[in-house]
């Protein structure tokens, strides 16, 4: 006797399959070419880097990796004439720079038709620095739902500002706001749906989840700090926290995951690992000094 079709379907995994199928792509993917799956070589938005440095440590930051390599990339513009989204920036802490607004004010005027997306760990982010910035789209990263977790993951005893930065933000509707979260199961998988429920809270507008990604230098970190390695590279696993964030929040993940996760079928997504080593982290785009001259 053969075995009924229905019986072999799972539950858990009609559901998931529900959830990537409704999902939307986070708002900072949009234009990227990781959407793409025809492109056999994408490559992220445009970014303007403004430095490498970074007043927290997270266990995680391929920022540091770069760094530990000498391969982070030098200040300046990494793109295209006629980019359709420019990050601010990809490495380090933008905010640290003295120049942050006027590569602000560089990049609207050169490109005025493009999205400018700033994203930034958020500790340094006033009432009085917003007030003299231009996004279209913020993202503010938090990994932690309370202030000593935080600590262990960033190094940086920045929890209160980093809060007050998501309400600066979620205040103002003329601007995207997204709390960047990063899936750490056995260090933060409990936290984010609390990070969820805080942002929303706080007025932020969508949570981008993105999976981790395991550089070779940070892997002993993550180790130490209780990452359950196997959880990481898990679909199902990824998803379900997402289920969870999605009670409180907007929930997005990554677009250059969810292309390929809405093209699996309901067993597969319960089943897939998602391989997420990597040995250094590079910037494939070419560099343009032209913007700089063309402003100054
Ligand atoms: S997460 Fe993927 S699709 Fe989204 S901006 Fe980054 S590289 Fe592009």
Not at 179 to 191: A, K, L, Q, S
Not at 213 to 228: F, M, Q, S, V, Y
Request: glycine share 4%; with cysteine.
């Amino acid at each position: 006797m053969g075995v009924e079709p229905q019986i072999l379907e799972n539950e858990e995994a009609r559901l998931l399959k529900k959830f990537v199928d409704d999902l939307a792509y986070p708002s900072h993917c949009r234009f990227c070419q990781g959407l793409d799956l025809s492109n056999p070589n994408p490559i992220h938005h445009p970014s303007y880097e403004l430095t490498p440095a970074c007043n927290h440590d997270c266990i995680f930051c391929y920022s540091n990796v770069a760094v530990k390599l000498g391969k982070a990339p030098k200040p300046g513009y990494y793109g295209w004439d006629n980019p359709n989204a420019i990050t601010v920036s990809q490495y380090g802490e933008p905010l640290i720079s003295p120049r942050i607004i006027e590569v602000n004010r560089i990049l609207r005027k050169r490109f005025p038709e493009a999205r400018l997306d700033l994203q930034t760990n958020g500790s340094l982010l006033t009432e009085e620095l917003w007030e003299k910035l231009d996004f279209d789209l913020v993202m503010i990263s938090l990994d932690a739902a309370s202030r000593e977790k935080h600590l262990e993951i960033t190094n940086a005893d920045t929890f209160d500002n980093v809060v007050n930065a998501l309400r600066i933000v979620g205040r103002d509707k003329s601007v995207r706001s997204i709390v960047r979260t990063i899936f750490m199961p056995g260090i933060n998988d409990e936290d984010i749906p609390k990070i969820a429920e805080l942002a929303a809270s706080l007025g932020v507008d969508e949570m981008m989840l993105q999976p981790l990604t395991i550089h070779k230098l940070n892997g002993e970190r993550l180790r130490e700090a209780g990452l359950d390695f196997e959880r990481a590279e898990s679909v199902r696993e990824l998803l379900k926290v997402a289920m969870e964030a999605k009670k409180y929040i907007d929930v997005r993940i990554s677009g250059c995951l969810l292309v390929q996760l809405k093209r699996m079928d309901a067993l597969t997504l319960y089943n897939v690992y998602k391989v997420s080593r990597e040995v250094s982290p590079l910037v494939k785009r070419k560099k343009l000094d032209e913007i700089e001259k063309s402003n100054t």
